[in-house]
């Protein structure tokens, strides 16, 4: 066997997974190859870290960052709130207002008119001839 070959082996050797033979021919090859020894070291030290079963999570921790991620999410939407009504909902309503104050201040439309936009710009024409 070569030493790439004996390297393969390595991991079984370690685990216990050769026949007899096999693992004396690996062990003894150990013996002679620097590099294979460190390899296998290497190997022995990662085996354990690798396949650790990952620890249960703390129920306490879990609740916590639970508890932080809401506090989070409801402070933004608090702040989209406050963003919204002072960039988007206070300019509308205002406009809303001076659109309701508009079609008080100005008469009535005519009983003939027909209804929607075309009514409201006669009532406009309307209202400039009879004001002056
Ligand atoms: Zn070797």
């Known amino acids: 066997m070569t030493h790439d070959n004996f390297q393969e082996k390595l991991s079984e050797w370690l685990d216990g997974e050769l026949d007899a033979s096999m693992s004396a021919a690996v062990a003894s090859h150990l013996g002679a190859c620097p590099a294979c020894r460190r390899e296998a070291e290497l190997l022995r030290r990662l085996g354990p870290a690798l396949f650790r079963a990952p620890a249960a999570a703390d129920p306490r921790a879990t609740e916590a ?8 999410v409801e402070a933004d ?18 406009l809303a207002l001076a659109a309701l104050m508009l079609s008080i201040a100005l008469p009535g439309p005519d009983e003939d008119a027909p209804l929607g936009v075309a009514a409201v710009s006669i009532d406009v024409e ?7």
């Open 65 to 72: 960052f639970i508890a932080r991620v809401m506090s989070r």
């Open 77 to 94: 939407a608090v702040s989209l709130w406050e963003r919204l009504s002072a960039r988007v909902l206070a300019p509308a309503l205002g």
């Open 126 to 132: 309307t209202a400039f001839e009879v004001a002056p």
